[in-house]
């Protein structure tokens, strides 16, 4: 690979061949079995079969008086019918005996119901008076008793596999006795990030030099896609230690924030493909022209440019769908769209994606002016972006969009 440093991108490739190529190479990495506790919002990776009736046993579904419906037949206000009160039975503590004729069991939701009994009449209808229940309700067999496999079947396949779990999922994995339950492994992510100029996040901007804001919005973005930090580390553009950090074992995926262009101090391009490939560098898209995509053995390694309107939209079009993609999720953008007409023309070139910020405002996408990519206040006041394709000179004002919304809440400071 030749040194480009200086030199510029001789040419730059499609955002629809670079998302093809991340496509094909991102599939779900393996299952792992993860902990019934912890199952909550990762993806299952197998089919998952009940091994028991849940309940287990016939219960009680309301508060009252377990006994043989046919017994009850013909009570009413004006016929209270009298039965012997021999016990009660609770949640986990049965009544311990098999119920007779005549006789009934004062039992409350969720208790067994007792062998001998099929029927609650509930505790509204009834009355106790010296030792026996007065009912004034008829029920026939199985009133307000919960049958055994009534909510899950032993045999059923309950979820299935690639599903992402809801919390009522995973608790629904525990009531059926899962322990342990098979995932989809999370990938794993280091952050690199680039640039002599950089404070650490925490600090206070000072003289020349600039707080590093990309390593705060990629971790983020990273938990949101289901994806799992393993470390972050802000280095100077020094190519030994971007190397050393390019070398670095265990990762899936390593996000390289900075440095990514043709500039004298732009290392890792040149180190990626030393150390494997550069399939992709230089994409015709703005912002984030200078951005870059390689391999070293499996790690997939994605050049972010350091400017962080490019990182950001850097890591939606590229980073974030392959994560989401290795971690068995939906490649598709994860939060809301809406559509609606542009209150403003847009003006692109045919040949370049554009990724332009608009602000939602009386029911139409309003661009926002500042739009260089190092106006990270652009994407603060932005509701979404807009996707101007490749095969478009721009958009007339009137166009219906669809928005791309950067979240799913009902934002404090968004205009609507
Ligand atoms: P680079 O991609 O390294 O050429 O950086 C482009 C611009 O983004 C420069 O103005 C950098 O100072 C700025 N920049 C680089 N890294 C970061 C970062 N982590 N946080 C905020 N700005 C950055
Ligand atoms: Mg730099």
Redesign the pocket.
């Known amino acids: 690979m030749r040194d480009v440093r200086m030199r510029g991108f001789a040419e730059r490739a499609d955002v629809e061949d670079v998302e093809r190529l991340l496509e094909r190479i991102a599939q779900p990495l393996p299952a792992e079995s993860v902990p019934v506790l912890e199952c909550a919002g990762r993806v299952l990776a197998a089919d998952v079969f009940a091994a028991v009736d849940v309940p287990g046993f016939a219960r009680a579904a309301m508060d009252g008086y377990a006994l043989r419906g046919e017994e009850t037949f013909g009570a009413s206000p004006y016929n209270r019918l009298s039965f012997e009160l021999c016990g009660e039975a609770l949640p986990g503590r049965p009544f311990p005996e098999r119920l007779g004729s005549g006789q009934a069991v004062r039992i409350m939701t969720g208790a067994p119901v007792p062998e001998g009994a099929d029927a609650v009449v509930m505790a509204e209808f009834c009355e106790e008076l010296d030792g026996r229940v007065l009912v004034s309700e008829a029920v026939g067999p199985q009133k307000n008793v919960g049958a055994v496999g009534e909510d899950i079947r032993r045999g059923d396949a309950v979820l299935r596999g690639g599903r992402w779990l809801r919390p009522q999922d995973a608790g629904l994995l525990a009531s059926m006795g899962c322990a342990e339950v098979p995932c989809v492994r999370r990938p794993r992510v280091r952050l690199v990030?680039?640039?002599d100029?950089?404070l650490p996040a925490g600090s206070l901007p000072e003289g020349y030099r600039?707080?590093?804001?990309?390593?705060v919005m990629l971790r983020a973005l990273v938990a949101r896609d289901g994806a799992e930090l393993l470390s972050f580390e802000?280095l100077p553009?020094d190519p030994e230690e971007i190397r050393a950090a390019l070398e670095c074992e265990g990762a899936d995926v390593v996000l390289v924030?900075?440095?990514?262009?043709v500039?004298q101090?732009?290392h890792a391009p040149r180190l990626v493909a030393e150390l494997g490939s550069l399939d992709v560098h230089g994409v015709a898209m703005r912002p984030s022209s200078?951005a870059g995509f390689g391999r070293i053995g499996e790690r997939l390694i994605f050049l972010l440019?350091?400017?962080?309107v490019?990182?950001l939209c850097a890591y939606e079009f590229f980073a974030g769908p392959t994560l989401r993609a290795l971690g068995g999720r939906s490649r598709r953008w994860p939060h809301r769209r809406v559509r609606v007409p542009l209150a403003h023309k847009i003006v692109s070139v045919i040949g370049r994606t554009d990724y332009v910020r608009v602000a939602i405002d009386g029911g139409r996408a309003v661009p926002i002016a500042t739009s260089g990519?190092?106006i990270?206040s652009s994407t603060v006041r932005a509701s979404g972006a807009v996707i101007v394709p490749r095969g478009l000179e721009g958009m007339p004002e009137g166009t219906e969009v669809e928005v791309l919304l950067y979240d799913d809440e009902i934002n404090v400071g968004d205009v609507s």
């Open positions: 990030i680039t640039g100029e950089l600039i707080v590093d804001s990309n390593s802000v553009d924030s900075g440095g990514s262009s500039g101090e732009d200078p440019p350091g400017n962080p490019s990182c990519a190092s990270l």
